[in-house]
């Protein structure tokens, strides 16, 4: 619950009260009835920008704006979502109509980060580690598209059995594909054939697939061998500097691991 005329947060035996003082954008608050309202998600990633550090506040975008929510009762840590919670475009639309807000300029450097339709913890942890500056403990390389839909020849659709596919992480222009497979994310053979068969078809279609898992995701010198292969893939130079152990990139990936482990598990 949020009390827009206090100054300090408080606890009751239901409730987490948040305290928010100054000006209130438009549609910060959607009214569900009589004394009943609940708070949008522009005015909850606003608010976040206050109290979250920058990679995890980059790591809630994502979430908002992609297709999965944390839960510790699934297996793997997570739920899928049918559709995003937000987009990228929605949050930057209300982030425009808040200045003079506590939190503003921050909540849009981190949106400058943020993708659309990432579909689990582990892409938006492969995404953000990829993609975030130097500075913040990435490899700079340009956003892939996240989940992109393409149609498949005739070929590839019967390799697939199916007339389309979507690609986890795409750089379709470079006609480049990273897959991300979860431990958790096939319970049955069928599903894992039917998956081997998607990415055969991604590669009859001319697509370089480059497979990750957690324990390739884990080894930071592994790791940094396939992002220097995508990122010659893509035109992208890495700065010799800007490799390995970096004071930076240790803090990144130990924000993220610990950012996906308070809410179930790695995969």
């Not at 699934?74 to 995003?84: A, D």
């Not at 898992?213 to 992208?236: P, R």
């Amino acid at each position: 619950m949020l009390d827009v005329g206090g100054s300090q947060g408080r606890q009751t035996n239901r409730l987490d009260v948040r305290e928010w003082n100054g000006f209130v954008p438009e549609g910060s608050f959607y009214r569900l009835g009589n004394n009943v309202c609940i708070e949008s998600l522009g005015f909850m990633f606003l608010r976040a920008a206050s109290m979250l550090d920058f990679p995890l506040l980059v790591a809630f975008g994502d979430e908002l704006c992609g297709r999965y929510s944390f839960d510790a009762t699934e297996e793997r840590g997570f739920r899928k979502r049918t559709v995003p919670l937000a987009t990228k475009e929605s949050l930057g639309a209300f982030l425009s109509q808040s200045r003079g807000c506590r939190g503003r300029e921050r909540a849009l450097a981190a949106l400058r980060h943020v993708v659309d339709g990432s579909a689990s913890p582990m892409e938006t942890f492969d995404e953000m580690t990829m993609c975030l500056p130097y500075r913040c403990g990435g490899y700079g390389l340009p956003q892939p598209a996240m989940n992109a839909c393409i149609e498949l020849s005739d070929k590839a659709a019967h390799i697939a059995k199916r007339g389309k596919c979507y690609l986890d992480m795409a750089y379709i222009e470079f006609w480049r594909d990273v897959e991300h497979h979860g431990k958790y994310d096939h319970s049955s053979e069928a599903e894992i054939a039917a998956d081997r068969a998607r990415v055969n078809a991604l590669r009859e279609m001319g697509f370089e697939v480059i497979e990750l898992d957690a324990e390739q995701v884990g080894d930071l010198f592994t790791y940094e061998y396939i992002i220097g292969s995508i990122a010659k893939a893509v035109g992208k130079r890495i700065r010799k500097e800007a490799c390995g152990a970096t004071p930076e990139r240790i803090a990144l990936r130990r924000a993220l691991y610990d950012w996906n482990q308070s809410s179930g598990r790695i995969c």
